[in-house]
């Protein structure tokens, strides 16, 4: 009888120990996640991409030569080596213009630096996109910023979808849980051509992404959501601190 209750004494133990790791285990994978990502979860989203851009000057021509070191320089700070097959050159009467092109499975990596004669300035482009979730887009800016002494503004967006259209009245709705999820209060909203757009401000993010200040109002966040109508489904896009381009 004794050695009955033991053995279900055991078993309980062994049984809430397996469950509080399991518990654990599970609470850091979550911890570790981007909020980026969570908050595609959260509103039923496909995570599909993301991408960073950034770009930095030197008040300085640069030579032939001189460009292609940055790019060495670059490219090793991202544990990447030269592949020549990806580099292309042109050349107008005042400017030199190096690009390079490299594509590997769920990444693309795309590099233009520009030397301007007559401006005495060098400006440099880097865009790297990935399919990859675990990939963690802010991991980049220490490399980058110990390379060559470029000061490089940095930009992100991140890509999902909802395999579904929306109704319009539930995309405020949904922009609402995003920023929740990334702690984040309005600042604006507006709506355009069928897409519904916000731009917000989160603390949270105030460690990695620099809030950017226009008209006196802070932003560090941009939320928007619009209907693809031609392959019934929703694109849902933030970008941090602001969307660049059109999307």
Known sequence: MKKSLIYILTFILLCSTSNYSIDYVLGKQI???SPYYLSFAS????YLESRLDCWAKIRTSSSQQELQDYLCHILQSLDLALDQKCLSLNRTEYATILNYRQARPKQALFVTIKSDNRLNESYFLLSIVS?????IMSDYEPRLNRNIGLKWQYYYLYQGEIPYLIAEK??????SVVLK???ARKVEGYEYNGMASLTAYSPALEKTVPALSINGKKYNLQVAISNNNDKAKTDIYIGSPLILGDI
């Open 181 to 183: 999820n990334m702690q």
């Open 170 to 175: 539930s995309k405020p709705e949904l922009i």
């Open 43 to 46: 509103i039923g989203a496909i």
């Open 131 to 135: 399919q990859d979730k675990k990939c």
């Open 31 to 33: 911890e570790k996640q």
